[in-house]
């Protein structure tokens, strides 16, 4: 029987890292962290980063790959996280990926496919040196501009594909979005959500938000500062660090700031629960089930579906 991926997904503060760290184990495997925000060395407090004991010995993958004053593209993810998964598998081990962030799951799991729209290698430089010259915000508002489905799909640091819909418009004046792309299946995976109450996710939001605080958010933030890395950074663009920034800037946002950052965090929540919805294949499972290791033991060892 084919090895399967694991899938371990959900909005934040569900509950993920703990279930593929105990997943791992049962495995005897390796985690593949999916989150854009561990990936920075220094971030700790405000990503939730799973300390060395919280880890268990379980070998962590795509966690502090990235300085803070780094840019780190999905494509950038892509291509150190997929190897780690297929060597895995070619080894007969189950990858857990764990995370949150919808477009590195998705670039693990399949390989686009854009039907048969053309390629023109000289567009495709045009439009990577303007990321690279202008930015990559400026990129995703040219795609804006003349397809706003497809930008809203895509994340401004997914270049590739932001750069691949600008190609086809520009080659064949029809939006990427207007075509039929097909997502093609890596390799056969399990996905699985911690399905958490609305009311329930939100207070272990707020919880983990005053845990950051407790621990020392502002003065990880004020360090980072402190080090070098500039308030623009992408790094600092992340829900806790900006607004904590904001508040180092000026002190009079102390009453607030808390409060701000919950609400960011549980409108990325309901963006994050949005976009899984969308995933082929996903179980829900119920939070407080003990029973959910069993269930998912159960999928990795059923037949593949055609």
């Known amino acids: 029987m084919e090895t399967k991926a694991l899938v371990i997904c959900g909005p934040t503060a569900s509950g993920k890292t703990a279930l593929a760290v105990s997943m791992a184990k049962r495995l005897q495997t390796e985690i593949i962290s999916a989150d854009c925000m561990l990936v920075y060395r220094g ?54 990926i764990c995370g949150g962030t919808g477009f590195y799951i998705n ?24 990321a690279k010259e202008r930015g990559r915000e400026y990129l995703h508002s040219l795609l804006r501009e003349c397809d706003a489905e497809s930008a809203a799909k895509l994340h401004y640091n997914d270049v590739k ?12 004046g029809r939006k990427k979005s207007e075509q039929k792309d ?25 919880k983990r938000v005053d845990v ?11 360090g980072l500062l402190r080090g070098g890395v500039p308030p623009t950074a992408q790094s600092m663009q992340g829900i806790g660090y900006k607004e904590t920034v904001e508040l180092i800037e000026n002190p009079s946002l102390r009453s607030t700031v808390s409060d701000i950052i919950k609400q960011n965090t549980r409108n990325y929540a ?7 919805k969308k995933l082929p294949h996903l179980i829900y499972l119920a939070p407080d089930c003990a029973d959910n290791e069993n269930i998912i033991m159960e999928y990795l060892c059923k037949e593949q579906n055609g």
Do not use: W
């Open 43 to 96: 971030l700790d407090i405000g990503t939730a980063k799973p300390s060395l004991s919280e880890r268990e010995g379980i070998l962590h993958h795509m966690i502090d790959v990235a300085e803070p004053t780094d840019s780190y593209s999905v494509s950038d993810y892509e291509k150190a996280a997929l190897p780690v998964v297929e060597s895995l598998l070619q080894r007969g081990k189950t990858p857990v």
């Open 107 to 130: 670039a693990l799991l399949f390989a686009q496919k854009f039907g048969n729209a053309p390629a023109d290698a000289a567009v495709r430089l045009k439009y990577e040196t303007i």
């Open 161 to 172: 594909r932001v750069v691949r819909a600008l190609e086809i418009f520009e080659l064949t």
């Open 182 to 206: 097909e997502p093609i299946p890596r390799f056969p995976y399990v996905a699985v959500c911690l399905d958490y109450p609305r009311k329930e996710l939100y207070e272990r939001i707020e």
């Open 212 to 222: 950051m605080f407790e621990q020392g958010l502002v003065e990880e933030v004020r």
């Open 270 to 276: 309901k963006r994050q629960i949005t976009f899984f």
